[in-house]
């Protein structure tokens, strides 16, 4: 049962790393800014739906698209792990990430699904930690890292919808400050898994 807590909270502490729903409401502010509050809502609900089926896609089949691509455990973590550090390394740096920002499109009909939900919510590092808690083993985890995610999308939803009152509580100086602690903590998340990495590949 303690294992099973601990594995939860690390899931969701990742997922809240990585997806940081509190950051993430400038840049919905900013793509919703001229829609009204009841078109903000219906891009916000598809744009988690979304996010959410693409990552449960992924995690489900996960190991499938290992083997398809010959594609081993430990390669993964190594690989994924770079991907996350530089991914935090550029939150520390107050940076837009490359790996996950793109430039807003040019209809309100695309902004739910890019770059809201791609690659915004379920970018890559978001896909790369979620393979990465559900490659631990069995289905209690799988279904674990699924609802962790799904409660982060609901949270995403939540400070979306609250999203103006969050800016004006807040302030855009405090929301930097957690975007940085944040970055911090998905650097070191991707830092633990390359060390996980290379012990499984040339120790285990």
Known sequence: MDNILAFTLSVFTGFFAIMNPIANVPIFASLTDD???????????????????????????????????????????????????????????????SVKHIKEPETHENIAISPLAIPILAGPGTIVT?????????????????????????????????????????GKNLIVVIGK????????????????GIKAAFFE
Do not use: W
């Not at 973590?77 to 550029?90: A, R, S």
């Not at 602690?181 to 996980?196: K, P, R, V």
């Open 35 to 97: 829609l009204d509050k009841a078109t903000k809502r219906s891009v916000s609900k598809r744009a988690t739906i979304t996010a959410f089926v693409i990552v449960v896609v992924f995690v489900v089949l996960g190991k499938f698209i290992f083997e398809l691509f010959g594609i081993t455990i430990p390669a993964f973590k190594i690989t994924g792990g770079i991907l996350i550090f530089y991914v935090g390394f550029e939150m520390l740096q107050s940076k837009k990430s």
């Open 130 to 170: 979620a393979m990465n808690f559900a490659s631990k083993g069995n289905y209690i985890n799988i279904l674990i890292v699924i609802a962790v995610f799904a409660v982060m999308c609901l949270l995403t939803h939540i400070a979306f919808e609250l999203g103006e009152k969050i800016v004006k509580r807040l």
């Open 181 to 196: 602690i944040m970055g911090l903590i998905i650097a070191i998340i991707g830092t633990n898994m390359i060390i996980t």
